[in-house]
């Protein structure tokens, strides 16, 4: 069965701060696909990226960088100094291959404040 | 319109009333999906139709029924909701593993319907 856990309920940072939400997931397929998404307070969720369980390179798009684990089945994302903008729920989320299937962690709330 | 739209973006319903949420994706896509969320709790799976065929129902309780008339639009047929049912009910769409073969689908979601069962 496949499962996605987001231990980190909420963060508070002060701007600036450098900033990592973890990630740990669960399958037993050897191909899957893991993402991450953004929820701002307006609801719309964002797509912010997408690995497959081949890639283990870290990435890094400007203040954003992941990092994929296989070994510890994780795939944590950093903000680097982090902006007041920043402030949403970031969601994992985890699909395995050949299906339309995407499974979400809870969701962690990050509060940036001035 | 780009995107996915979601309509009403409010909705406050009594247990007795039958409404329905629609959403209209305009990207070409050809699998879609609804999503509840509801506070504190993960993102639940309720439907997805992959060129408009219901391939995913996640033991959704029979007062939801989706209905997917062709590949753009998505509806959410309500009736004698529960309290409990209250959440934001967020759309979403793909372009769908029978068109990619892969499970590497990005969805776009809509902005979110926000259901509240008096």
């Known amino acids: 069965a496949q499962k996605v856990t987001q231990a980190q309920t909420e963060i508070s940072v002060v701007e600036k701060e450098d900033v990592t939400l973890d990630c740990v997931y669960e399958t037993r397929d050897t191909t899957y696909y893991l993402f991450w998404y953004k929820q701002p307070p307006s609801g719309e969720l964002v797509f912010l990226i997408r690995?497959?369980?081949?890639?283990?390179q870290n990435e890094i798009s400007g203040r954003y960088s992941w990092n994929f684990q296989k070994s510890t089945s994780s795939f944590n994302f950093t903000i680097t100094a982090s902006q007041v903008v920043d402030s949403a729920v970031y969601f994992c989320a985890l699909s395995e291959a050949n299906t339309d299937k995407l499974i979400f962690g809870t969701g962690t709330r990050l509060q940036v404040f001035p | 319109e780009t995107g996915v739209t979601q309509t009403p973006r409010h909705l406050v319903m009594g247990m007795t009333n039958k409404k329905s949420l629609k959403c209209e994706q305009h990207?070409?896509?050809?699998?879609m999906y609804w999503y509840k969320q509801s506070a504190k709790k993960p993102l639940e799976l309720m439907f997805v139709y992959s060129l408009e065929e219901r391939v995913e129902n996640n033991s959704v309780p029979s007062r939801f029924s989706p209905e997917c008339p062709n590949s753009s639009h998505l509806f959410l047929h309500l009736h004698t909701l529960q309290p409990e049912d209250s959440a934001l009910y967020l759309c979403?769409?793909?372009?769908?593993?029978?068109?990619?073969?892969?499970?590497?689908?990005?969805?776009?979601f809509g902005a979110g319907s926000r259901l509240t069962v008096l």
């Open positions: 990207l070409g896509h050809n699998a």
């Open positions: 690995r497959n369980s081949f890639d283990e």
């Open positions: 979403a769409s793909s372009q769908g593993v029978a068109v990619t073969l892969s499970g590497a689908n990005v969805l776009t």
